[in-house]
């Protein structure tokens, strides 16, 4: 069974191929801009090396943000495109939240986990699981201060990419673990999305957009 997974949400462009669960082929490249642009191509040359033709995938997984607006669209167009292109193909959407989530080893989980994903603004995105990561928040957008309050009186465990500028300034939260990741690991993208696939879970990939595209409306005289 091959499963490809990719992600375009953040900074870069990673893609990774698993032949039943084991990494195959993989690409990372951190990029600002120009994702889109390269996504497909090294799919492409992915399948290439793998020796494989596209009706060889079985499973298409991809991370269905928060992000760049245009990474999350991107990402989940392209994942859309092959489950239309073939019928045998499942396409399957997992949340950055979730594969972050889903990364802390047992030792690592606290009575609170929280992701913190990196905005680019004063804000961070952030969703709050339990010890048996049960999620206790829906996907969010909020203030350092507002997330804190949540956090206070239990022990926390921190992931994602926004841990190391929610914490530039002390919390006073109780800390256990605490991962200050650079992105979302595509490895752990790939198998959560492959976990859902077996348990007959998986979810129609859907852009999670938790605040409005950052664009500007040109006004006409």
Not at 22 to 44: F, H, N, W
Not at 145 to 150: A, F, N, T, V
Not at 180 to 199: P, T
Request: aromatic share 8%.
């Amino acid at each position: 069974m091959y499963t490809l997974a990719f992600d375009t949400t953040a900074a870069g462009c990673f893609i990774a191929l698993l032949k039943d669960d084991k990494i195959s082929q993989i690409y990372k490249q951190d990029m600002d801009y120009g994702q889109a642009e390269v996504l497909m191509p090294e799919i492409k040359n992915i399948l290439m090396k793998e020796r494989i033709g596209f009706n060889n995938i079985n499973l298409v997984v991809v991370c269905t943000g928060p992000g760049s607006f245009t990474g999350v669209r991107s990402s989940v167009a392209a994942a859309r495109t092959f489950g239309l292109a073939s019928e045998k193909i499942t396409v399957s959407g997992v949340s950055a939240f979730d594969a972050y989530a889903n990364s802390l080893e047992m030792d690592e989980l606290a009575d609170l986990n929280a992701v913190i994903i990196e905005t680019k603004r004063e804000d961070f995105y952030y969703q709050i699981y339990d010890s048996g990561l049960r999620k206790l928040t829906e996907p969010s957008a909020g203030m350092r201060d507002e997330i804190i309050s949540e956090l206070r009186n239990k022990k926390v465990s921190l992931i994602g990419d926004g841990v190391e500028r929610f914490l530039n300034t002390p919390s006073g939260l109780s800390l256990h673990t605490i991962r200050m990741e650079k992105h979302l690991d595509i490895e752990i993208l790939a198998q959560c999305g492959l976990e859902r696939f077996l348990a007959k879970k998986t979810d129609f990939p859907k852009p999670l957009y938790l605040r409005a595209p950052d664009v500007c409306i040109q006004s006409v005289d």
